[in-house]
């Protein structure tokens, strides 16, 4: 998949950084803190998709932060708990929470980029993360944070590759769901298997489909787009 993204490369200190961030922002998709209620993040097709393919960037871009901003997109009204932006990374780049604002700060001038996924080598990696999901351990999950309004995801190549294949599926399947051409959310996937297992306080971070307002433009898969009017020979 051809991803266009918008790529920074500021320096914090004695230290540069890469980040990449999607272009144009994903208007239609929010994401809810975890640790404030419940995570739930919830977009139509085209902004799953592209997370999905975001994620599957990040899993094969070791030393690259991938910057999602979701705070201001279109808002929900039903979305439990507080918005937050996502950032995606290895923990290799030595990103620190407490680091993010001054970084964050520091984007301003980017490139315009595309960059490439290759969906067989996601989803290669992604199965033999969930074939030895049993036996995994705390260094093959996601390790999530928040601060200054953002969740930070930190993982590895097969952890990432494995949720991108999750959003993937919640891409093609949301629609389905009985519920979408009303415009209500459809609950499709959860990347909460991919968290550590939680002592005391459970994290929960699950993925919702929403097809955007006006509704009448949206048809479930399987449907025809429209109904053909009979015409005066028509029984």
Request: with cysteine.
């Amino acid at each position: 998949m051809r991803l266009s993204v918008t790529e920074f490369t500021p320096r914090v200190g004695p230290r540069a950084y890469r980040v990449v961030q999607p272009r144009p922002p994903l208007r239609h998709t929010t994401l809810s803190d975890p640790f404030e209620g419940w995570g739930y993040l919830v977009g139509d097709h085209d902004g799953l998709a592209r997370l999905a393919a975001l994620f599957s960037f990040a899993a094969f871009s070791r030393h690259t932060i991938v910057y999602v901003p979701l705070r201001r997109s279109i808002p929900r009204a039903y979305a439990p708990g507080v918005p937050v932006d996502l950032v995606l990374a290895h923990r290799s780049p030595g990103l620190r929470a407490s680091t993010w604002p001054e970084l964050r700060r520091r984007l301003r001038e980017g490139t315009p980029l595309t960059v490439r996924t290759n969906e067989e080598r996601t989803a290669a990696h992604a199965a033999a993360w969930e074939a030895r999901w049993d036996r995994l351990d705390a260094r093959d999950r996601i390790r999530p944070a928040v601060h200054a309004g953002t969740l930070f995801l930190l993982g590895a190549r097969d952890t990432f590759a494995s949720a991108a294949a999750h959003l993937e599926a919640a891409a093609g399947f949301g629609p389905r769901g009985k519920r979408a051409a009303e415009g209500q959310d459809v609950l499709v996937a959860s990347l909460t298997p991919h968290l550590p297992p939680s002592r005391g306080r459970h994290v929960e971070l699950d993925i919702g489909f929403q097809a955007y307002p006006p509704y009448t433009h949206f048809r479930r898969p399987g449907r025809p787009a429209s109904r053909r009017c009979p015409t005066a020979a028509s029984p």
